[in-house]
């Protein structure tokens, strides 16, 4: 539907909110006109909430995750195991990790995966620094924690055979059934791998 | 779920986003990382836009229609029917109604309707400026297309008493069942009004 907006203002605030993933016109319309109903200053925060961080953002130096100073706030804790490296495709995931309260060790957040339909390849990731890290800093253990999708496998075998010449452990992390799904609802993929990667009955009772 | 972010500027711009109506933390980190993959240039068109927006925005003085000057390209537009005034919620029913193309007067937006409930009384709507236009100018019909909920029922009542001693006629958008639509499962209320307020079918026939 071809919508005449009463202002240039209003289209153009509406075009560039249509320009978001996942927000057509209509709702664009809705959180435009919203933004009419606050405050000038509300809004200016919101406006420069954003513009801020695209201009002022960095990425840490050791695992490219995002931060604020020159290394994150992971990377310098050094409470946490050095040794151990957790590789990841994005921000979300070291955020959805580190919710978990499970993970001591450091990450190193590749920014993507390996997508030849997207024209994502292995240059456009952080897979040399990896090398070099792993190569100059004592990392004993890297695990895969990439989607379990064929991109995700396909960058995890790249990156196995960049590491495969070094001295350290490769794991990736476990697939099996979710916990609280139904066996009878499990696909036969991941029900097959979790009888395969079946664990000790009684280390699962320490969990 | 408490979430950590890695960086200020990051929480800030998800704060942000996430004071818009109907967006999540979820989604609005989602948006947030979207900006970091865009140019600096993009991001700044986009936060501009709606600062912008919100600080040069003109209201019509006429019909109180968002617009970018004093007054509307509907207000200022001597083709149509100034006699004949549609009473509306706010700009996205003015659009909407621009789109069936089937009314060529003029419109006048209340910025709302009365709803109790929310706080929102005739005084913060644009009644006043309504009885004084009918007063002051040759409006012949007013048309009340409000929502048909209890408070646009509300709002309807409270205009049409406004009006009652003006020399002006007040009309009603037809309730009825939907074009397209199985009258088995219309509601009852809507059937009824739509076979008391039934029409002359061979008027029906012109449309």
Same mark, same amino acid.
């Given at each position: 539907m071809l919508q005449k907006y009463p202002s240039v203002l209003l289209e153009n605030a509406v075009n560039e909110f249509a %320009? #978001?993933? +996942?927000? +057509?016109k209509k709702t664009a319309l809705r959180l435009v006109l919203h933004s009419l109903r606050r405050t000038p200053e509300e809004v200016e925060n919101f406006g420069r909430s954003i513009i801020n961080l695209r201009n002022e953002i960095n990425y /840490? %130096?050791?695992?490219?995750? $995002? /931060?604020?100073?020159?290394? /994150?706030h992971i990377c310098s804790d050094f409470s946490r195991d050095a040794s151990l490296v957790c590789i990841v495709e994005n921000i979300k995931e070291v955020m959805a990790i580190e919710n978990t309260g499970q993970f001591k060790g450091l990450y190193h957040v #590749? +920014?993507? $995966? $390996?997508s030849p339909m997207d024209g994502v390849g292995p240059g456009d990731l952080q897979i040399e620094s990896l090398v070099q890290r792993v190569q100059s800093e004592n990392v004993k253990e890297v695990i895969l924690a990439l989607s379990t999708t064929m991109e995700g496998d396909t960058t995890n075998f790249y990156i196995y055979r960049k590491l495969s010449g070094l001295d350290v452990k490769i794991s990736i992390i476990a697939r099996g059934i979710s916990v609280g799904d139904e066996i009878e609802y499990a696909d036969e993929i991941t029900l097959g791998r979790s009888i395969i990667n079946r664990t000790n009955f009684k280390d699962s009772l320490k969990l």
């Open positions: %320009k #978001l993933p +996942g927000i +057509g /840490c %130096k050791v695992c490219h995750n $995002i /931060c604020d100073d020159e290394v /994150c #590749l +920014g993507g $995966i $390996i």
